[in-house]
Structure formats: C-alpha cells, structure tokens
C-alpha cells in the first residue's frame, strides 16, 4: 500500500477574477525528495500558502500526513513551510529566530543549526534584516532542514545563494534527506538547478497538474529529431512540435531516445538526442508563445 504524505484534491483558489489554482490534482509519495516546478505564477506559492494555512481554498482540499495541518497541531509540529523571503524575525537576530525554532518544531536539531549557520559564515548576532539575500536564503534553508519536519516546504529555497554555497547547500540537504528520511518539496522555475536532488517531479502550469512523475520517467518523456524531412511526419500523432527557422528544423516527440519511433527517424537521417527534464517541463507548458514572436517581424 502506497502512503501519501500530501494529497490535493481538486483544490481551487481564486485572487479576485484571476484564478491561481484551477484543480489541483496529485498524491505526493512519502519520503522522497520531490520538484514542484513550474513558471512564476503556476501556483507554486499558492499552494504551499494552502498547505499551512495561511490561503484557504474557494473549493476542494489538501490532507497531510493523513489529516489538516491547520487544525491539528500534532500534524502542523510536522510541516515547516520555509521560503528565501521568509517574513518572520526580520528585527530579531538569527540566534533569537534557532531558538523559535527550537520552541516551536519537536524534531528541532538546535546544535546541528548552529553548527550548519558556522559552515556558511552566518554569524547569529546579526539581526536578520542585515543579511544579504544569499545569506537570508541559507539562514532560513539551514532552519528548515533542521526541523526535519516530515514534511518540509521550500519554496524557491536558493536565491540569491553564491555557486559554492549553493552547492554546499545541495549536499547538506541530500545528506541530511538520507540521514533523517522525510518528505522534502521543493519549488522551483530553474529546474537544471535542483535536478540531481530530485527523485520526483510534480508539473502544474496556471493552476493545474500536467504530471507527476519519477525523476527517470521525466528524462524519457521526449526526444528532438534534427534533420530537413519534419514536414514528411507532419500530423503524426508522437510528435508534440514542429520547429523550422534560421537556426535549422527539428521536432520534439514522445517518447524515449530508444523508442520505435527515434529509431525510425534515425533510420531516415535525422539526428536524435534526448530532451533534458527542464526542456521537457517547457515544451509542456510554454512552447506554444514561440508562435506569439511572429508577430515581432509580421
């Protein structure tokens, strides 16, 4: 039997006219280390927002760990919902903010937060309002990963973190995933970014789920064909684009780098290569507004 950790069913929300969840569907497996990913305003927020509490649904509903994290505060001492902008103890300084923490999450690893704030040079006497917005990214990151909450939310967690801190901050977080197992989802537009830390990907684009999938899965959803015959595969019913400009011709379709149909185009000189996930996760969503730049030069 499968255990969910967070199951949104059917959740709608709405700001005003502009709907920022139109349905969203998807039943998140325990223990993994899961991407939400999707554009700015795909509801990535929204959600984590109706998580915790802090937006109530117009319809529709989300259970964690099997019950309401906003009522029921065994199961909201299980949820940390942490961002890079976090607007909590901007005039306190960062040991005041660890020792919050410590009060407010059972699981709170006081001394591994110290020690991981002394790894990235975080000094705790500062207040948080004169960190830089790397340095608040990682402050609130190290808090977060220290709650090992069975259900941790970061919401677009790396901003503004400098390359050698960003990938010190990757290691910590797979390292301590597999030290103190828990559901860890992370939001982000730049998927290239937090792909090796994947092991599954949520899509939703405008409010609604396009898929959820193993992070392998993802990697054989598509593939390009490079070659100058695409209009002899015109309505065939695998291929997802067709692409001709000054750049060459080529076409997305589904399906794996091994799959029956590649191997045919490869058969009749086309050059086949895989599509990466973060590719992958906008030809699904977005690649129709490259017809919209025609309109430039028309």
């Not at 309401?68 to 300084?93: C, Q, R, W």
Request: a negative charge; one cysteine or more.
């Amino acid at each position: 039997m499968t255990n969910y950790s967070i199951i949104s069913d059917n959740l709608k929300l709405s700001y005003g006219k502009k709907e920022a969840l139109r349905g969203l569907n998807f039943s998140l497996n325990e223990n993994q280390i899961i991407g939400l990913i999707g554009s700015n305003g795909s509801g990535k927020t929204t959600f984590f927002n109706v998580c915790v509490g802090n937006l109530s649904p117009k319809s529709g509903s989300v259970t964690i760990l099997g019950g309401n994290a906003t009522k029921d505060i065994s199961i909201n001492e299980e949820v940390i919902y942490s961002m890079h902008n976090l607007p909590v103890g901007d005039s306190f300084k960062l040991k005041n903010v660890v020792e919050f923490y410590n009060i407010t999450y059972p699981h709170f690893d006081k001394d591994f937060a110290l020690k991981l704030l002394e790894i990235f040079s975080l000094p705790i006497n500062k207040k948080v309002s004169s960190l830089s917005q790397g340095m608040k990214s990682l402050f609130h990151l190290s808090c977060a990963i220290a709650t090992r909450a069975k259900v941790t939310l970061l919401d677009e967690p790396f901003i503004g973190i400098d390359i050698e801190r960003r990938k010190l901050s990757y290691e910590v977080l797979l390292r301590d995933f597999m030290e103190y197992p828990r559901t860890i989802v992370i939001s982000s537009h730049n998927l290239s970014e937090i792909e090796n830390l994947l092991s599954e990907i949520v899509l939703i684009h405008e409010g609604k789920t396009i898929f959820y999938k193993d992070i392998d899965s993802v990697r054989e959803l598509l593939f390009r064909a490079d070659g100058d015959n695409i209009d002899e595969y015109s309505g065939n019913e695998n291929i997802l684009i067709t692409k001709k400009g000054e750049l060459g011709n080529y076409l997305i379709a589904h399906g794996s780098v091994n799959s029956t149909f590649a191997k045919e185009l490869a058969d009749n000189g086309f050059k086949i290569s895989p599509v990466s996930p973060e590719d992958a996760c906008v030809y699904y969503t977005t690649y129709d507004k490259e017809r919209d730049l025609e309109c430039l030069w028309n």
